[in-house]
Nanobody, 114 residues
């Protein structure tokens, strides 16, 4: 499984960005897809996840601001980020879960200026 993330950039506080992640390769048994982020000097933390059945989970600080969605026909997972804050600045990584295996994308940098 290969994952290609895109959509990062620089945005002012209060702005919006949409991240995309396209999965390719052997993807038929992927169930969960989602996003993690890693700020400088910090560990990588979960942001949002979604199962193939559409159930989603969010980290508390992004609830009500971020929305995860999946487009199965395009093997793509999205992260719509609204009302961005400087503390959202991080490298965002998409991932896909296939049973015990977890695959990661290359990361896309989101910078939120105050």
């Amino acid at each position: 499984v290969q994952l290609q993330a895109s959509g990062g950039g620089v945005v002012q506080a209060g702005g919006s960005l949409r991240l995309s992640c396209v999965a390719s390769g052997v993807i038929d048994s992927i169930n969960v897809m989602g996003w993690y982020r890693q700020a400088p000097g910090k560990q990588r933390d979960m942001v949002a996840t979604m199962t193939g059945g559409g159930s989603s989970m969010y980290e508390d600080s992004v609830k009500g601001r971020f929305t995860i969605s999946r487009e199965s026909a395009k093997n793509t997972v999205y992260l719509q980020m609204n009302s961005l804050k400087p503390e959202d600045t991080a490298v965002y990584y998409c991932y896909a879960q296939d049973g015990p295996l977890r695959f990661w994308g290359q990361g896309t940098l989101v910078t939120v200026s105050s």
